[in-house]
């Protein structure tokens, strides 16, 4: 939207801030099958308090919608003078906090200290980006180029990186290997690991990442390995089984899940994990 500054994407829609005439405008944007409008717009603070007050901002990942973990943890906090949003999807969340003017800087660094220590390890930046944005940023300033082998995402990771402007900083190539012979073939997976374990397992998913590196060279290797349904599940493997590989030529690190929805959602739910993962292990290196 010309001369609209964005303020949220999200499940509950498209939000805007701009001025038309010199006038404050907010314009928030719904998906036509939304019917609940006005429950939407009361999720959103009055533009002129936006304006007016200090923000922070926390971007969280996790697996499970934990948004009343965070709402029940902020009302617990004993400060007055903030006020705070939370919004989440598909494992993405953001919570903005508000000051008003009369909220010290300490008290500020506290409320920011305290929502590190209680959500540390979810928190993947303070900053308001998303996912892919976050990991271009970090990978740039790292100087590490990054390389993807997905199966049951089918280059959704990689669609997700690109989209970032100046993402040809840092992606390497992207490969789809879909089938037991790619994995093989392309990134060296053993021939017997597949049969006896079969393509979706943590050590795939490993070798998976690993033949990224060992092979082409590329800083940091990320896979993607699962069953997105509506069929394919075993006696040990259910549907939405996923694993999430990332290496280095020095560590390799996979991470198991089990997503609930249909094939659109565990693909893009193992697509935002993949990113996180990735974050999380550039911040360690």
């Known amino acids: 939207m010309r001369?609209?500054?964005?303020?949220?994407?999200?499940?509950?829609?498209?939000?805007?801030?701009?001025?038309?005439?010199?006038?404050?405008?907010?314009?928030?944007v719904v998906d036509d099958k939304r019917k609940d409008v006005e429950n939407c717009l009361n999720k959103f603070i009055d533009v002129g308090l936006i304006k007016e007050r200090r923000k922070l901002c926390f971007k969280m990942f996790d697996v499970e919608d934990f948004s009343s973990d965070v709402s029940s943890y902020m009302s617990e906090l004993d400060c007055d003078g903030l006020e705070w949003k939370?919004?989440?999807?598909?494992?993405?969340?953001?919570?903005?906090?508000?000051?008003?003017?009369?909220?010290?800087?300490?008290?500020?660094?506290?409320?920011?200290r305290a929502v590190y220590l209680?959500?540390?390890?979810?928190?993947?930046?303070?900053?308001?980006?998303?996912?892919?944005?976050?990991?271009?940023?970090?990978?740039?300033?790292?100087?590490?180029?990054?390389?993807?082998?997905?199966?049951?995402?089918?280059?959704?990771?990689?669609?997700?990186?690109?989209?970032?402007?100046?993402?040809?900083?840092v992606v390497?190539?992207?490969?789809?290997?879909?089938?037991?012979?790619?994995?093989?073939?392309?990134?060296?997976?053993?021939?017997?690991?597949?049969?006896?374990?079969?393509?979706?397992?943590?050590?795939?998913?490993?070798?998976?990442?690993?033949?990224?590196?060992?092979k082409y060279n590329c800083d940091l290797g990320i896979s993607t390995t699962g069953i997105a349904g509506p069929t394919g599940q075993t006696a040990t493997k259910p549907l939405g089984l996923v694993y999430v590989g990332v290496a280095t030529a020095a560590n390799t690190s996979v991470e198991r899940y089990v997503f609930k929805g249909d094939r659109t959602k565990v693909r893009q739910m193992t697509a935002n994990a993949a990113i996180f993962n990735a974050i999380k292990f550039i911040n360690k290196l």
């Open 3 to 28: 001369g609209f500054e964005p303020l949220t994407d999200n499940e509950f829609g498209k939000s805007f801030y701009g001025k038309i005439n010199d006038n404050d405008k907010f314009i928030f």
């Open 86 to 112: 939370v919004f989440y999807q598909l494992g993405d969340l953001t919570l903005y906090v508000y000051f008003d003017e009369c909220v010290g800087d300490s008290t500020v660094k506290n409320v920011e």
């Open 118 to 169: 209680e959500f540390g390890e979810k928190i993947y930046a303070d900053f308001d980006a998303t996912l892919q944005e976050v990991l271009v940023y970090f990978a740039t300033i790292s100087e590490i180029k990054v390389a993807t082998a997905e199966s049951l995402t089918g280059g959704l990771v990689a669609e997700r990186i690109i989209s970032v402007p100046n993402a040809s900083k």
């Open 172 to 214: 390497d190539f992207s490969a789809v290997t879909y089938a037991d012979r790619a994995k093989h073939d392309f990134l060296g997976v053993s021939k017997e690991l597949l049969k006896i374990e079969g393509a979706v397992s943590k050590s795939v998913a490993g070798q998976m990442a690993e033949g990224l590196v060992k």
